[in-house]
């Protein structure tokens, strides 16, 4: 159904005939680790997640999944190489 609390106009899988059926009775606002990302988008009432209606309940336990200004750096290590067996390979 259609938002009429806090994001007017915006389909919302909360809304009932009897009104938000969402813990508390509406979204809740961005948080500070939000600031940045595309998800968010400012309403009448503030600025509030397009894809989550908690916010601080994706960054509970680390990184929001659904961020997009967050980028992950994966860090490759090269891996020990034994001298023993290096110059087992090299004889061959």
């Known amino acids: ?6 994001r007017n106009g915006e389909a ?11 813990n508390g009775g509406s979204c809740n606002a961005v948080i500070e680790s939000c600031k940045g990302c595309n998800r968010s988008k400012e309403y009448q009432t503030g600025w509030y997640c397009s894809a989550a209606p908690d916010p601080a309940t994706k960054w ?14 994966v860090k490759e290590e090269k891996a020990k190489l034994n001298p023993i067996k290096a110059s ?4 061959k």
């Open 1 to 6: 159904m259609i938002c009429t609390t806090v």
């Open 12 to 22: 919302c899988v909360f809304m009932t005939a009897k009104g938000c059926s969402f």
């Open 60 to 73: 509970k336990y680390g990184n929001c999944n659904l961020a997009t200004h967050i980028t992950l750096t």
């Open 88 to 91: 087992k390979r090299s004889q």
